[in-house]
C-alpha cells in the first residue's frame, strides 16, 4: 500500500483490523511486561487512523510527504 488511493480504497478493512487488533500482529501477552519491537498501535495512533477513515479519507498535503522508496513497488507485488 504505497498511495492515498490505495489506503482509501482499503480504508474499511484497514478500520476493521485494527479495531479488532488483528494488525498489526502482536503475539506477546501485554500480562508479562513492556517489549522494545511490541508492534501494536499506541491508543492515540489508533484513534488517529479511525479518525481518518470516519472523517471520509482526507488526503492531508500528498506533496509534503516522503517520496515512495525507490524498490516499494518492486517488493509491494506479491511474486508467484
Ligand atoms: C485486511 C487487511 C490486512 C490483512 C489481510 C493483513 C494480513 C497480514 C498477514 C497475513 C500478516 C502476517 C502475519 C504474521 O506474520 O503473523 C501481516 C503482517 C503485518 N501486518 Fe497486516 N494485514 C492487513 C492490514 C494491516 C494494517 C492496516 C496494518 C497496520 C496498521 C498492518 C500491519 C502489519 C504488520 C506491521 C505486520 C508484520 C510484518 C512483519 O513483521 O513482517 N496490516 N498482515
Known sequence: MLSVDDATANAQMIAEVV???TMPPWYASKNHGVFQNDAS???KELQTLLRWVETGCL???VAAGKPIPGNAVADSE???
Open 19 to 21: 479495531r479488532d487488533q
Open 59 to 61: 488526503a492531508g498535503d
Open 78 to 80: 506479491i511474486q508467484f
Open 41 to 43: 498501535l499506541t491508543r
